[in-house]
């Protein structure tokens, strides 16, 4: 457990040091490009999510197969074969996507998006450049797999915070010094993405071991991984859906400045997922060590203690969200605009993302015994249903219609995929999971927010008062929820001794 401990720190360092880069410089980015603008870098959020299902499964492939080859699965002729071949691929798929995002600019500009005050041709040289970003962070993905697979967890946090230092930093710089242009943003965000994969691609060649012999293109090393890289591909193809169904359709049947908003809301909900996928990040590569079958003792202690760990940490903060979205978004901007507009929607779409959550290592326990085919039948019939659903509420209640459709989606992912991995993998430990590790420290969690409705600040008034508030709350429900969790007031009290 020790390296899985300094990978879930170094994770949560790097993403704790990202996400509140990303989140602090949004309003800066909103003052110096307006909303419209904002609902532009909404769309190209969208577009690399969508862009990534070309990833086919070649991330998530990498991560387990270098995880494997730290076990002794394969030699290093091998490894460095199968990761020459997905990167020859993976450069075919980001040259296509880009002169395919080059070709269909125009048409973006003038036929899709909505906008009143930025011009076409400010729009389309945007969305040119933005083709150039996503096809290069399409690139970056192989690498970043295969850094988390080979357990390099604690260079790549800080590699990457500094890269997004950079990234948000120089972006703003470029505003204030240079130009204050949408163009002008995604430039410099191609820029950094090129420098990252050169970082990140060295680094990776670094840690395997030298090969005598020449590494070269191997349908052989393709094959042995196909199986389950067509499985992620499906999965992946299916999960992107489901995560950005919704703001597509909004894109098109939306203005732009209030699809902004809705992003907006999104973003900040997403803080939820900064927090949970450090930690099952760091947990994966001993789950796929653990997936055979005279270790599923192991296997089962490590899944109840991490997923505890888990939910004492996003349990306060979604709920601390969802009670004070308004608080939030007024203590993190100043704006009342955006307080009006984009807290109500927070609040709805937070919940869907704590589900969303909860389902991430049920997942991962999934694809480390390679089964896959239950999590491609499952996405498949949530995507038709949501998609369904987003088309038919959108046009009669908007975005947040659209944000209660996805906290749907997201119930009945959880309570569906959950069922069947328990019973065949795990098939003691499904109520366990449930009341245990989840409703006990979610419940704790609850009850804090309610008591600390009676004692929050009126109105909008202080940003400060709302940080000293938002700051203590949240102290009192992570103990209260730690209080609740097993296995985590275990090691409180072992640390105490």
């Known amino acids: 457990m020790t390296t899985i401990k300094r990978n879930i ?25 307006g909303m419209e603008a904002y609902g532009l870098i909404g769309f190209f959020v969208v577009m690399q999510g969508l862009l990534m299902l070309l990833d086919i499964g070649m991330t998530p492939t990498l991560n387990r197969e270098m995880a494997r080859f730290t076990a002794g699965a394969y030699s290093p002729q091998r490894i460095r074969e199968l990761l020459r071949s997905l990167e020859l691929i993976c450069c075919g798929v980001a040259v296509v996507v880009m002169v395919g995002m080059w070709s269909v600019s125009r048409y973006l500009a003038t036929d899709w998006l909505k906008t009143e005050s930025l011009s076409i041709d400010t729009i389309t040289h945007a969305l040119i450049v933005m083709a150039f970003v996503v096809g ?26 500094l890269l997004t230092v950079l990234r948000y930093g120089g972006a703003l710089a470029i505003l204030e010094w240079v130009s204050a242009s949408i163009e002008a943003f995604f430039i410099w965000q191609a820029v950094v993405s090129f420098l990252t994969i050169i970082v990140f691609a060295l680094r990776v060649y670094h840690v395997l071991p030298l090969v005598n012999m020449r590494v070269r293109f191997s349908y052989e090393s393709l094959k042995s991984v196909s199986q389950f890289a067509g499985g992620m591909m499906s999965i992946a193809v299916l999960t992107m859906i489901l995560l950005q169904i919704d703001k597509v359709l909004l894109t098109r049947l939306l203005p732009l400045n209030e699809f902004g ?21 760091a947990a994966y590569p001993r789950m796929v060590k653990l997936s055979a079958p005279e270790s599923s003792s192991d296997l089962a202690a490590v899944y109840h203690q991490i997923t505890q760990l888990v ?14 979205s308004g608080g939030i978004i007024f203590m993190w901007s100043g704006n009342l605009d955006l307080v009006n507009n984009s807290a109500p929607l927070l609040s709805i779409i937070v919940i869907g993302s704590f589900f969303s959550s909860l389902s991430y290592l049920p997942y991962q326990i999934q694809i480390a015994h390679g089964w896959v085919s239950l999590l ?26 659209a944000a209660w459709v996805w906290v749907a989606a997201n119930i009945g992912y959880v309570v569906v995929s959950t069922q069947f991995m328990h019973h065949k993998l795990l ?9 245990r590790d989840i409703m006990l420290p979610t419940a704790a969690t609850v009850i804090v927010m309610l008591l600390a409705q009676q004692l929050q600040p009126d109105g909008y008034k202080s940003r400060l008062n709302w940080m000293v508030f938002l700051f203590v709350t949240g102290a009192f429900s992570v103990l209260a929820s730690a209080m609740m969790a097993s296995t985590i007031r275990a090691r409180i009290k072992l640390c105490m001794v």
């Open 261 to 281: 908003y809705y992003a907006l809301a999104a973003t900040a909900a997403s803080i939820i997922y900064m927090i949970v996928i450090p930690v099952t990040q």
């Open 136 to 161: 290069m962070r399409l690139c970056e993905g192989i690498y970043r797999g295969s850094l988390y697979g080979l357990e390099q967890q604690v260079w790549y946090n800080t590699a990457y915070t």
């Open 376 to 401: 491609i039948k499952i996405n498949a019939v949530i995507v038709f249903l949501f998609t369904y659903l987003i088309v038919i509420v959108v046009p009669h209640y908007g975005t947040v219609g």
């Open 427 to 435: 098939p003691s430990e499904k109520w366990v999971w449930c009341f």
């Open 9 to 33: 720190i170094a994770n949560y360092l790097g993403q704790a040091l990202t996400g509140f880069m990303a989140l602090a410089f949004l309003p800066l980015y909103i003052e110096y490009l």
């Open 311 to 324: 939910v004492v940490l996003i349990a306060p903060a979604a709920m601390l969200i969802y009670f004070f």
